[in-house]
């Protein structure tokens, strides 16, 4: 194999390989559809790599060459819808058409650029501007330009950093450089001595993101199953239910072997829920609930500390967990005073407080039907979407002007006030329990 082929086609095709894998990987995590754009727009990339490799291992075609600049463009289509996608689900707009029917028009006048009396030539120097590439490079840099205003409204470092990689990508693919940037500006053994260094680094790069993105992803996301315990926090002390009703405070009982999710508000201040034993730590902060899961695996006590500091008797707000064998676990729960459960709890009081007057289908229904909705996209006034998740449902009942669901008036009062945080868990957890029942077609409608 020419050492021309490895640095053009086999390196940056396994490095885009795997950075489609990436990609790939961070979909599947993160369900983000932005992901999935880029996700298609590197295999794209990596078929292109792949009709190049054929043209240098057969006779160069013209179709070939005609194919590897169209999975160009579809890779350019995909960047740039993904810049629609972190606000609203995919569909087609005018510009999608137009970008791809340019991107069309450039790639058979690149084809044509390559034709020398009538034959195909695929290693000639073009000198005329007006190639794909320029075409390709406006296009990635009015996304290098978008993720960046996205990232200045968001304060976000990833976007930013996505956006001055797409405006580089951009720059180079511009220059003419667009075949293949890292070779042809850095490494290419004719001129430097680099070789194919600059895309193995980029691939070393690559290798220890997705790891540290799986150790990021493991942390932060319990697995399914996992058990739910609801904890608030408040000067001074930590309350928890379980989802049986059971209460505690300063004091939390777990089954061994079981992954345990604690689901945790703050009642006034922010506090932070530290098990340093189980290596981990998560703040607690008033309107918004957070999570922290772990697995206990030997039974103990262990210590729980308020790692924030919340006031005069910050320090006195510690407790204990106690790791049980599941069988114990059982027992201890069933020791106790019978509680209603945190779900049977919020249905009471969505009926005590009328939310079922308004929020019931048929004529009488002003509002949403709740059931089925969580974890669900629900549209918003406006256009935007939001996911029906824990915080929006409480956003819904203290501020509920704040996200108006589309289709329906901004009548809902504000519940501030008149429910306190661990109402307002036990409402949030009635409204996901009937996450999973079937809504009747029709139900709850607007106008219905
Ligand atoms: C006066 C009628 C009324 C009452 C009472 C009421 N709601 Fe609502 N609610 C609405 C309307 C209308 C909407 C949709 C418009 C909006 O988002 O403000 C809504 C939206 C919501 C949403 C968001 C639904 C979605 O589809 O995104 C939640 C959650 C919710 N209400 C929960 C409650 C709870 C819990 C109570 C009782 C504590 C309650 N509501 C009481 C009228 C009401
Ligand atoms: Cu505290």
């Not at 703050?266 to 697995?295: C, M, Q």
Request: aromatic share 12%; net charge neutral.
């Amino acid at each position: 194999m020419s050492t021309v082929v490895i640095t053009m086609v086999v390196i940056p095709g396994a490095v885009a390989l795997l950075v489609f894998l990436l990609f790939t990987y961070l979909f599947e995590q993160s369900r983000k559809p932005y992901f999935r754009a880029w996700q298609l727009g590197w295999a794209a990339y990596v078929l292109h790599y792949a009709a190049d490799a054929w043209n240098y291992y057969h006779t160069p075609s013209a179709i070939v060459f005609f194919i590897s600049l169209l999975l160009m463009v579809v890779m350019a289509l995909c960047i740039f819808v993904s810049t629609r996608l972190m606000r609203e689900p995919f569909h087609i707009i005018s510009y999608d058409v137009a970008i791809a029917g340019a991107g069309v028009a450039l790639a058979l006048w690149n084809v044509h650029l390559h034709m020398v009396d009538g034959v195909f030539q695929q290693n000639i120097t073009l000198q005329t501007p007006f190639r794909l590439e320029a075409g390709l490079a406006l296009v990635l840099l009015y996304c290098s330009g978008h993720y960046y205003l996205y990232a200045h409204r968001k304060n976000s470092l990833a976007f930013q950093l996505l956006a001055v990689a797409l405006a580089l990508w951009a720059v180079l693919m511009g220059l003419g450089q667009f075949r293949n940037p890292f070779v042809e500006l850095l490494g290419d053994a004719q001129h430097f001595s680099l070789g194919p260094i600059p895309q193995m680094l980029l691939g070393i790069a690559m290798v220890m993101f997705a790891w540290g993105a799986k150790v990021f992803f493991d942390l932060y996301r319990p697995p399914a199953g996992a058990m739910e315990i609801f904890v608030v926090g408040k000067q001074w002390m930590w309350k928890a239910q379980h989802a049986d009703g059971q209460r505690e405070i300063n004091e939390l009982h777990v089954p061994i072997g079981r992954p345990v999710k604690l689901i945790m508000g703050s009642e006034d201040v922010i506090h932070s829920y530290y098990i340093p034993a189980f290596r981990v730590k998560a703040d607690v902060i008033p309107g918004r609930y957070n999570s922290l899961w772990f697995t206990a695996t030997k039974p103990g006590r262990y210590h729980l500390f308020c790692a924030e500091y919340c006031g005069t008797k910050h320090s006195g707000m510690i407790g204990w967990i106690t790791a049980m064998e599941p069988a114990d676990y059982q027992a201890w729960l069933a020791g106790g005073p019978a509680t209603a459960s945190p779900v049977a709890a919020g249905e009471k009081l969505f009926n005590d407080l009328a939310c079922n007057t308004c929020h019931q289908s048929g004529p009488q229904g002003r509002a949403p039907v709740l059931a089925g909705l969580f974890g669900k996209q629900v549209e918003l006034q406006g256009g935007a979407t939001v996911v029906m998740d824990e915080s929006y449902i409480r956003e819904s009942i203290v501020n509920p002007q704040a996200k108006v669901v589309q289709g329906y008036q901004p009548i809902m009062p504000t519940f501030q006030g008149l429910v306190t945080e661990e109402q307002l868990l036990q409402l949030i957890a009635y409204v996901r329990s009937l996450g999973s029942q079937a809504v009747a077609p029709g139900a709850g409608q607007p106008g219905s």
